[in-house]
């Protein structure tokens, strides 16, 4: 089982993993498109002052003749080292002069003739010199250039992609403590399957194996008697007819969970049944069993009580519990059959007067193989009918309980839908 979980695991955390990774590279590209449409509001801010400049140049104006404009000011949410970060340029296209403004040179004086002539060379007026590592943006009237170093917006997101592969890495360490969880509570199913099953089997072959040791063990004294007449040896062939049927009892009774089993996904069509002549029907065929035992089989059925279901599971059920009850009331003692209605459903139960399963295996009378009583194993019976009920109750959409105490008896409940 460990190897089941370990899977889940690896499994579970693997698709977290593609899934924090796709999310972190959608972030990641967003961030850095976001980064460079913000460099470029900032590289305009950033030539923004050059604009008096180039108009007065333009009408040819005498410097001293004319105050230039003020020039806008940058950017409230610029800060000093973003601005120290870009570099300007003034080209002058009719001399060819290039004016370099910047505090932290990005471009070296001689370089800076070449990398206008790049610049202005571009029909773009932002991109990237990739083999110089600059980004450039240029004001439409080529006259004006901004730099800033390649380097810039990885700096800008350095912190944010390491804030994001932080939580990343929390998230997955987070992910890897939910998934060891979920893999325990995922597990715990298919944990006592697999030990239900492993139980089934050893029961089956513990039940199987007594009768198969009588029918060999009575086999070999007939051998050891081959002159004797039958009437002779009748007790060793009634012994092993009596152990071949203990286990076609057997045999029949795991071929119908095997074949609960399988319906279970698709139980059979709901259909009406009238449960009061099912009941009463089971009362009327169990009375002389009931009779031969010395114990009183009393009813309270009402007529017209209609459930649905399957007429066939229902009559097993019935048989079922009344023959499980007649199997442990002893002489003298009483069992009630009464039907109700109950809201929407109608409720059946089964009631012995005297006998009691001890509290602590009531939780476990329904399950495979289980009899609470372990010195009733000599008896017929393998644990198995119980079992059935429980699992033709439930796919009718039934339910199916059991009660037992010194002042009520032992009492077993089926509740069903009623048909509408």
């Not at 070449?114 to 110089?132: C, I, N, Q, S």
């Not at 009375?287 to 649905?308: C, F, H, K, M, N």
């Not at 809201?343 to 001890?358: C, D, G, L, Q, Y």
């Amino acid at each position: 089982m460990k190897a089941y979980r370990r899977r889940f695991i690896q499994l579970n955390m693997l698709l977290v993993g593609i899934v924090l990774l796709l999310v972190v590279t959608l972030l990641g590209g967003y961030l850095y498109h976001n980064a460079y449409r913000e460099l470029r509001m900032t590289m305009e801010a950033v030539v923004r002052p050059l604009d008096a400049v180039a108009s007065l140049r333009e009408d040819k104006i005498s410097p001293g003749s004319f105050d230039p404009p003020a020039p806008r000011p940058p950017r409230d949410d610029m800060d000093s080292e973003t601005r120290r970060s870009i570099n300007t340029i003034f080209y002058d296209s009719a001399t060819g002069e290039s004016t370099l403004l910047a505090e932290t040179p990005l471009v070296e004086q001689d370089a800076l003739e070449d990398v206008v002539a790049l610049v202005t060379e571009r029909e773009e007026d932002f991109g990237t010199l990739k083999e110089l590592g600059l980004i450039y943006y240029r004001s439409p009237g080529r006259d004006r250039i901004a730099l800033a170093s390649t380097r810039y917006v990885w700096d800008l997101l350095k912190n944010v992609y390491g804030i994001l592969l932080a939580v990343s890495a929390a998230a997955m360490g987070l992910f890897y403590l939910i998934s060891r969880r979920i893999s325990l509570l995922a597990t715990r199913p298919l944990e006592e399957a697999m030990l239900r099953e492993k139980q089934f089997v050893a029961d089956a072959s513990h039940d199987l194996k007594t009768p198969l040791t009588i029918v060999l063990a009575n086999n070999s004294i007939l051998r050891e008697n081959p002159d004797a007449t039958v009437a002779q040896q009748s007790k060793w062939i009634d012994s092993t007819d009596a152990a071949v049927k203990r286990m076609q009892g057997l045999v029949d009774g795991m071929l119908t969970l095997s074949q609960l089993d399988a319906q279970e996904s698709a139980p059979p069509p709901a259909q009406r049944v009238d449960l009061s002549s099912v009941l009463t029907r089971a009362a009327l065929q169990l009375e002389s069993l009931a009779y031969e035992q010395r114990v009183s089989l009393e009813t309270d059925i009402p007529d017209g009580v209609s459930v649905a279901g399957s007429a066939d599971y229902l009559q097993r059920i019935a048989e079922s519990l009344i023959e499980n009850a007649l199997k442990y009331e002893p002489a003298g003692g009483r069992i009630d059959l009464t039907l109700k209605t109950e809201k929407h459903r109608a409720v059946f139960s089964v009631r012995n007067e005297t006998s009691r399963i001890p509290e602590e295996d009531l939780p476990h009378v329904f399950e495979r193989f289980y009899r609470s009583d372990k010195a009733r194993t000599s008896r017929d019976g393998h644990g198995l009918g119980l079992a059935i009920v429980r699992q033709m109750a439930q796919q009718m959409g039934g339910q199916v309980a059991a009660e037992s105490g010194d002042g009520t008896g032992t009492v077993f409940r089926v509740s069903l839908p009623l048909y509408r």
